[in-house]
């Protein structure tokens, strides 16, 4: 079973719209810890924001937030304010406690149009 | 502020050929990882380190061996070469903290590797 699954290939956007990319996971560790990742064409990968499944509320950094529904196991990503520079690959990805490393998922390229 | 550093970021390489993949963080971070990234499979684990001198396999470690012989550096090698090894490969780096799960992966640029 997928631990990570990111449904959307692909989204368009209009510039200064909202956009929500969906990314629902897959564990039975209580304790754990969600991601997400921006890659633009250049190719480096760039940490966007964090979400523990104990915090209370829903992470936010700048134009980023993340919409936490634990009882449904999904992590979704809210752009705000879309602009041409988030365009690019979006990432979702896992931390469990006794994982090494992240589970990604297989990504949503995001599109942003003018 | 370099964070972390892959060299080379492109390679041509021909099938039974070695190379070696050199990542260096200044972060004085404890974990390295080596991941690879396919096409519409997200990226997958082959290596990580959680110290000076200690590796362990991840998820897809056939065909790579991995060196940590100073804290800053995780080196990733190849010592034959296979078509299926094309991929683009990743360097992370984390430091444990003080929450298991917390702590962010910092990822390099990428080396961008073809097998032919």
């Known amino acids: 079973a997928q631990k990570i699954t990111q449904t959307q290939p692909g989204m368009f956007v209009q510039e200064k719209e909202a956009v929500t990319l969906d990314c629902t996971y897959d564990t039975s560790d209580p304790s754990y810890g969600l991601f997400w990742y921006k890659q633009p064409s250049s190719g480096e990968m760039i940490f966007l924001i964090y979400?523990?499944?104990?915090?209370?509320q829903n992470a936010t950094e700048g134009r980023y937030s993340l919409n936490f529904q634990k009882a449904r196991k999904s992590a979704n990503l809210v752009i705000s304010a879309s602009q041409l520079g988030d365009s690019a690959m979006y990432f979702c990805a896992m931390k469990e406690p006794g994982r090494r490393a992240l589970t990604f998922g297989s990504g949503t390229r995001l599109q942003v149009q003018p | 502020n370099a964070g972390v550093t892959q060299t080379p970021k492109f390679r041509v390489l021909k099938t039974g050929q070695s190379m070696t993949l050199l990542c260096a963080q200044d972060?004085?971070?404890?974990?390295m990882y080596w991941y690879r990234q396919d096409p519409g499979m997200g990226l997958r684990l082959i290596h990580y380190?959680?110290?000076?001198?200690?590796?362990a396999k991840g998820e897809v470690p056939d065909g790579y061996n991995v060196s940590r012989l100073k804290k800053q550096n995780f080196l990733l090698g190849l010592e034959s070469a296979a078509p299926s090894q094309t991929s683009v490969y990743f360097c992370?780096?984390?430091?444990?903290?003080?929450?298991?799960?917390?702590?962010?992966?910092?990822f390099g640029d990428g080396t961008r590797l073809s097998i032919l």
């Open positions: 992370a780096s984390s430091t444990p903290g003080t929450g298991v799960v917390r702590q962010p992966q910092h």
């Open positions: 380190s959680v110290g000076e001198g200690t590796t």
């Open positions: 979400q523990g499944s104990y915090d209370q």
């Open positions: 972060m004085n971070h404890e974990y």
